[in-house]
């Protein structure tokens, strides 16, 4: 089925499977990709459907390039794209592992809004408390001259201290910004265990 998210469509499979397509709680952060994007080049990490990738194009962004190691979801990440009637020419989806395929990355760079959303956990794939630091050294590499990231995480074990001091630690050069608040028809009982979505700026 379709659904519409600030007048966006996008692709859900609903009552299929735990992900179904869309991240809900996800909608301020796709919102203030949307107000941010206009005029730059993207760089979408674990894009999943590309639901980043379509408010970066609705917001005027240069580019998109969206990297997930899933060729189905990158599929859906074009239906997603089709059905809002973007120009796909804008847009780039690369499906392979993003640690065997750094070079790839950094050689479509530099970008001015890097997008991290990985899994918490996916077995073979991605271990949050190891490879998210891996992630977060590059970035000095991935960014322009007045580059930005938002840095998301939904794992309740972790605070907002785990991507701060974690910026602070692998790409110093990066100053936190704000954290984005969560929709209030996700409340937590905890806010450290709720989703983090942070904003850092050179």
Not at 64 to 69: E, P, R, S
Not at 87 to 112: A, C, E, N, R
Request: charged share 25%.
């Amino acid at each position: 089925m379709t659904i519409t998210e600030g007048g966006l469509r996008y692709r859900v499979d609903l009552g299929r499977k735990q992900n179904n397509g869309l991240f809900l709680d996800m909608r301020y952060g796709r919102d203030w990709v949307r107000a941010n994007a206009q005029g730059k080049r993207v760089l979408n990490l674990f894009a999943y459907t590309c639901g980043f990738s379509v408010t970066a194009i609705e917001g005027g962004a240069e580019h998109v390039v969206n990297l997930d190691m899933s060729s189905a979801a990158l599929s859906r990440g074009r239906d997603n794209h089709r059905l809002n009637g973007h120009d796909l020419g804008k847009v780039t989806f690369l499906g392979h592992d993003l640690f065997k395929s750094w070079g790839k990355v950094i050689g479509k760079g530099p970008y001015d809004l890097v997008i991290i959303d990985p899994p918490s956990f996916q077995k073979g794939s991605f271990l949050l408390t190891k490879d998210y630091q891996r992630v977060l050294r590059r970035l000095p590499e991935l960014l322009g001259a007045e580059g930005t990231v938002l840095a998301c995480m939904n794992d309740p074990a972790f605070g907002a201290d785990f991507l701060i001091e974690g910026v602070t630690r692998e790409a110093p050069s990066l100053r936190f910004e704000r954290r984005l608040e969560n929709p209030p028809e996700f409340p937590d009982a905890d806010i450290e265990c709720g989703l983090k979505a942070l904003v850092f700026r050179l």
